[in-house]
């Protein structure tokens, strides 16, 4: 990566001192140093950062997309992780499935959360984690960039935290609604889509409640040529499914400054399973494709339980108390399609080639978070905050037309002390901010047997009994460190550099489901070592007057590495080697002399390689990330226009080509000739409600999606275009 970080290096002081400024908080809608809600001058509280601090007092790349972003963003592409991928170009682009593997932020995989309650699971990461909640109950998205360990396991890519709607704050009855459709600009019958969501709040004295629920069913999805996209039957899909969402808040307020909630969550999309895949011919350029039937088996299908109850206090001893439990459950069914049946094929059961089977993995966590901050007594610079995290978390993946077990039962259990300080100096000229984090964790697997596995030399199958392998109770302490400086000679420049480490377990689900080795003890298999992400980060920022603008570089690193790697039978998984990821963020936004006219820019440029040396690994970086890893390069342009009872947005992002290359001559089969897709949306707001209509790739671009493009060279079944020219048509209205 020498010669990389050489070009890096030099276009990071380039923009540096072109801009003279970038991004530590910056904001997608707004300034987020001082970040406002759109209904109110009420400041809003970074929740992710576990603190009450600003963001400008944060070596930290923050961003806010608010309320109205994300119902902006919705309704163009679909889901809050379609919205949270368009606005940030250091994000991967989606793969429009219900499936999430490979999807990255900053070439890592971030941690999705809900109010700060985690969705991925830490075992056997069934990559559903976007699909927990419906956006239309989201008030805003706090990302935090880069590894950092501030909300326990995972983040190793930066956090997602998504916060729902807050409690009512007048008295008497409030509510909003929502009804909007959907279709291809073929208006085919099949591909229309509709949603109604709905929620009613009521406050009275120190109580409140709010009370929701929606429903969405789409249709399917045609790509530019007015084919039908292709079915991924097996990982699952948004289109062709009915998503249902039902959501509940109970609040009291606690004496002058403390407050109560019970927060109740149930989201549930499900498959109807109306079609076929037939394979596309990548030779040829003709994508994946779908045909009317019914495929065997449950469709695929995703359901996500939450349940938390928390309590804030703004005045304990002259601190600020956070308190949560929580409690959350989910069931991923995959389907089972022709093409993986290799991989599930037993002669014990039935002939080779005649088995059918689907897996489903089965999630539940029980966790607690608690912190506590205030200003030191007679030391009023330096804010300290101390707090504990625990979670337990169970989980099992399971072949649910056998019953066999393909990933054994494995309880994780994670105790977490932290403690984070911050200084101001020089009267707010200097910041100088840090802390540590104990992670002591546990994982507990019984002995199992693997399955068994079939494999093919071209005409003859070969099946092999699986291995037993004897269970433990492996255990991993660390401590996290992190710190930073933050200079700010003037207000609205800033300037910081900080270090910051992320923690997060291997999937071990995939590796302990692969062991094909006799005699492996789980205790001592190293495969199973949790991974420790090294984040290190420079930035500037300007937000002054109609400019908005900052830039930043960052390098990070992890000695053992998760990757995930084809096996050739349509399962992916995990190798673990060094890996190494660098890249630059510049975004620009700027308020025209026009009335209501702002344009913005965004910029990201990202380096990743790994030891591809296995026997043994040398510890040297030698080849470049793939498709399934990375993200492309990327350019984003908006303008965004609000006058009077109008607003409207046009966006296009432009994904850049990229080649791989390095000692495992990645195939080129997989390189990328990168694309570009502009979207649109115009809003009228009238006294009866807000009329809005969008438009998903207004030019109707034909394109293959990236990560279809960069992974699989060989497998028609995976060879996705994008949607096509798609238009939503919506109501809404607040009372």
Do not use: C
């Amino acid at each position: 990566m020498r010669g990389g970080t050489g070009r890096l290096l030099l276009a990071a002081v380039a923009t540096v001192a072109i801009l003279a400024m970038p991004v530590a908080a910056q904001s997608v809608d707004g300034d987020a140093d001082a970040v406002k809600t759109a209904e109110s001058d009420e400041e809003i509280v970074i929740t992710a950062a576990r603190t009450i601090l600003p963001p400008n007092a944060l070596p930290l790349t923050i961003d806010l997309i608010d309320k109205q972003a994300i119902d902006q963003q919705i309704a163009i592409s679909g889901s809050i992780t379609d919205a949270v991928a368009t606005l940030t170009p250091s994000f991967s682009p989606t793969r429009g499935k219900l499936s999430g593997a490979g999807e990255t932020l900053r070439g890592r995989s971030p941690l999705y959360a809900i109010n700060g309650i985690p969705q991925t699971t830490p075992l056997r990461d069934g990559s559903r984690d976007g699909f927990t909640i419906d956006g239309f109950f989201i008030d805003r998205v706090e990302l935090i960039y880069g590894s950092n360990a501030l909300q326990g396991v995972g983040g190793t890519g930066g956090i997602v935290n998504q916060v729902t709607v807050g409690a009512p704050r007048q008295e008497g009855v409030s509510g909003r609604t929502l009804v909007q459709g959907t279709a291809s600009d073929g208006f085919e019958p099949d591909g229309f889509g509709g949603k109604i969501a709905g929620l009613v709040q009521s406050k009275v004295g120190r109580f409140d409640a709010t009370i929701g629920a929606s429903y969405e069913r789409r249709g399917a999805f045609y790509d530019a040529q007015d084919r039908r996209i292709g079915i991924n039957l097996t990982q699952g899909e948004t289109q062709d499914s009915r998503a249902t969402d039902f959501f509940a808040r109970l609040g009291m307020e606690v004496g002058a400054t403390g407050r109560l909630d019970l927060i109740a969550n149930r989201f549930e999309l499900k498959g109807d399973g109306d079609y076929l895949a037939i394979a596309g011919n990548r030779r040829t350029g003709v994508p994946t494709s779908a045909v009317r039937g019914t495929p065997p088996g449950r469709p695929a299908a995703n359901r996500a339980e939450a349940l938390s109850l928390s309590y804030t206090d703004s005045d304990v001893l002259g601190g600020n108390l956070v308190t949560q439990l929580f409690f959350n459950r989910t069931h991923d069914t995959f389907g089972g399609e022709v093409a993986i049946q290799p991989t599930f094929q037993d002669p014990a059961i039935a002939p080779v080639g005649t088995l059918f089977d689907q897996s489903e993995n089965r999630s539940r966590k029980l966790g607690a978070k608690a912190s506590y901050e205030r200003a030191v007594p007679g030391f009023e610079a330096l804010v300290a905050t101390i707090g504990f995290d625990a979670l337990f978390d169970k989980t099992e993946q399971r072949l649910i037309a056998t019953n066999r077990i393909w990933v054994p039962p494995a309880d994780f259990r994670s105790l977490a002390p932290f403690v984070q300080g911050n200084l101001k100096l020089a009267d707010g000229l200097v910041r100088v901010a840090g802390g540590a984090r104990w992670e002591n964790v546990q994982v507990r697997i019984d002995d199992f047997r693997t399955l068994a596995s079939t494999t093919y030399d071209g005409r003859n199958a070969r099946t092999f009994g699986g291995v037993a392998v004897t269970g433990g109770k492996p255990r991993f302490s660390d401590v996290l460190f992190n710190g930073g400086v933050i200079v700010e000679p003037l207000t609205g420049v800033r300037a910081y550099a900080s270090y910051a480490q992320g923690f997060t377990m291997a999937d071990i689900g995939r590796i302990t489901r692969a062991i094909s080795t006799p005699g492996v003890r789980l205790d001592d298999f190293l495969d199973i070592q949790p991974v420790v992400s090294n984040n290190r980060e420079v930035g500037v920022e300007v937000k002054r007057g109609p400019l908005d603008a900052g830039a930043t570089y960052f390098w990070s690193s992890s000695d053992r590495g998760q990757l995930l790697v084809a096996q050739g039978n349509g399962i992916f998984e995990v190798q673990r080697q060094r890996v190494e990821i660098q890249g630059l963020e510049v975004n620009l936004a700027v308020q025209t002399p026009l009335p209501g006219l702002k344009l913005s820019t965004g910029y990201a440029h990202i380096l990743g390689r790994y030891d591809s040396d296995r026997s043994p690994p040398d510890g040297v970086v030698d080849t470049d990330l793939d498709g399934t890893n990375i993200s492309p390069d990327r350019l984003n342009l908006a303008a965004d226009l609000a006058s009077g009872p109008v607003t409207a947005r046009v966006q296009t992002q432009v994904y850049l080509s990229r080649n791989f290359r390095g000692k495992a001559n990645p195939s080129p089969d997989n390189n990328f000739g990168g694309y570009d897709v502009t979207d649109a949306s115009i809003r009228y707001q009238t006294k009866f409600g807000g009329l809005s209509l969008s438009a998903q790739n207004i030019f109707d671009r034909f394109y293959i999606d990236y990560n279809s493009d960069t992974r699989l060279p060989s497998d028609n079944f995976a060879f996705f275009a994008g949607r096509g020219r798609t238009f939503t048509l919506g109501w809404d209205m607040r009372f």
